[in-house]
């Protein structure tokens, strides 16, 4: 399997269609655009840099306030990750912030990283 190295651009995204797009940028300087099941994919981004921000919602005349479907991506921009392809190389398999990589455990388990 082969990890890509990649500073995040941008995350659009539906909550309607499912769907979600990931830009990066590759060290080469070229973009490339991931896609991705948006549930997933931004439940993960906010597992690695809380980008899920508040929402509210009524019952009657009282107001709740929680965590809901609006996306901040200031906290996202900029970030480094790992990435990976699902088994047909069409949408991203995983990440891994570039703060919680560990080169030496996936070169030892047979990984490839582009760089």
């Known amino acids: 399997m082969v990890l890509y190295r990649a500073e995040i651009l941008s995350l659009r995204g539906s909550f309607g269609s499912g769907t979600a797009s990931l830009t990066v940028k590759l060290p080469n300087g070229s973009t490339r655009v991931i896609h991705g099941d948006n549930g997933p994919l931004i439940r993960a981004l906010d597992q690695a840099y809380d980008i899920i921000g508040p929402r509210r919602w009524s019952f009657g ?11 901040d991506t200031s ?21 891994i912030p570039e703060s919680d990589f560990d080169r030496d455990m996936f070169l030892d388990k047979g990984y490839t990283i582009e760089e």
């Not at 005349?61 to 996306?71: A, D, E, F, S």
């Not at 047909?88 to 990440?95: A, K, N, S, V, Y």
């Open 61 to 71: 005349l009282r107001t709740r306030r929680g965590r809901g479907h609006t996306v």
């Open 75 to 95: 906290n996202l921009t900029g970030q480094v990750i790992y990435y990976w392809l699902d088994d047909m190389g069409l949408c991203i398999g995983g990440f």
